[in-house]
């Protein structure tokens, strides 16, 4: 992942992403093992740029594995952007734009669903509205769909807008 990656995190504000993905992304990025990235939180909560990143730093503060040096949130904080679900698709297409030009050239983008599996669909429906479905991944947690039906619906309408090489599916407690 060393080229710059533009990271869109759904579900933002959740459980998951407070207490494994930010903290998980603060550590990647100041690894130095990954690229330079910019990370839009996307999420229903009445949030700004200001108030996610005070979000993300409680977040990282009380779950990441190493204490959170001043320094290193510094660095860190300019990164985080956020838009909110209710804003439509345009309003993240305009995130996204700005923030490629900051990290010019074709960064990639790696979008990350932590979202129960009934809003998956309208997440995947709002990236390709935003046009930001082309160099694309698509990482989706478990579970996927409800039962064996929904989980073959979902994926039949997932594949209308995503490749399946640019789909990846995983457990975060086996990931």
């Known amino acids: ?24 992304i603060l550590h990647l990025l100041r690894s130095k093992l990954a690229g330079d990235s910019r990370i ?7 949030f700004d740029d200001d108030s996610f990143r005070e979000f993300a730093r409680e977040a990282c503060r009380e779950f ?11 660095e860190f904080a300019p990164k985080l952007h956020y838009v909110n679900v209710k804003d439509g698709p345009e309003a993240l297409a305009a995130t996204a734009a700005k923030l ?10 790696l979008h990350y669903l932590s979202v129960p599996p009934k809003a998956a669909l309208d997440v995947v429906h709002t990236l390709d509205a935003a046009g930001l479905v082309e160099n694309s991944r698509i990482i989706m947690e478990k579970p996927f769909g409800t039962d064996l039906a929904s989980a073959r619906a979902l994926n039949a309408s997932i594949h209308e ?10 457990d975060h407690f086996l990931g």
């Open 64 to 74: 990441g594995t190493r204490p959170l040096r001043s320094e290193q949130w510094d």
């Open 100 to 109: 490629e030009a900051e990290l010019g050239g074709e960064p990639r983008r």
């Open 1 to 24: 992942m060393s080229e710059p990656h533009l990271i869109v995190l759904f579900g933002a504000t959740g459980d998951l992403a407070r207490r494994k993905l930010l903290p998980g």
């Open 40 to 46: 839009i939180g996307v999420s229903m909560d009445d």
């Open 161 to 170: 807008v995503f490749d399946e090489q640019q789909i990846f599916r995983i």
